[in-house]
């Protein structure tokens, strides 16, 4: 969304901020797991299918983050994050589906709402017991992507 929970942010910050060389896909899967505790993963199957979503394999056989963990430098150091409004505002007659997780710490209700004040083309779907991210593979989710795009 738009605007970010300084909650979940900080959340993110600490866990960017760190690049772990793990040694095994065991390894990276028990910390996706701590990492990401409100994600609705239904088996150990869609845990290790996140972590190997989140990580790599380096030459020498070590898992490390499958990003560049230098993006959390400039919020790190403070630099404010920009109104992200406007851009969000210029989707006004795009049909758009936003999905948020019910226990989210970076999209916060206030800002869903607004998201639907702003967009009236936004179908707003809470994903019930889940934090950020919904894994779209929930039924609420699968049957609000085929409701959408059956109406598209």
């Known amino acids: 969304?738009?605007?970010?929970?300084?909650?979940?942010?900080?959340?993110?910050?600490?866990y960017l901020s760190n690049s772990p060389r793990l040694s095994n896909w065991d390894e990276a899967t028990e910390l996706i797991k701590r990492m990401f505790a409100q994600v609705n993963c239904e088996s150990e199957d869609d845990w290790r299918e996140l972590a190997r979503n989140t990580f790599r394999e380096e030459t020498d056989g070590s898992i490390r983050y499958n990003w560049d963990t230098k993006i959390v430098e400039p919020m790190k150091k403070g630099v404010p994050i920009p109104d992200l409004w406007p851009l969000f505002r210029s989707l006004r007659q795009v049909p758009v589906l936003a999905f948020r997780g019910e226990l989210s710490d970076i999209l916060k209700p206030n800002t869903f709402?607004?998201?639907?004040?702003?967009?009236?083309?936004?179908?707003?779907?809470?994903?019930?017991?889940?934090?950020?991210?919904p894994n779209l593979r929930e039924e609420t989710s699968r049957k609000a992507l085929h409701d959408f795009l059956d109406r598209l």
């Open 1 to 14: 969304g738009p605007d970010i929970n300084s909650d979940g942010l900080d959340r993110i910050i600490d």
């Open 113 to 133: 709402a607004r998201m639907g004040e702003e967009n009236p083309e936004m179908t707003a779907v809470t994903v019930p017991g889940v934090g950020h991210v």
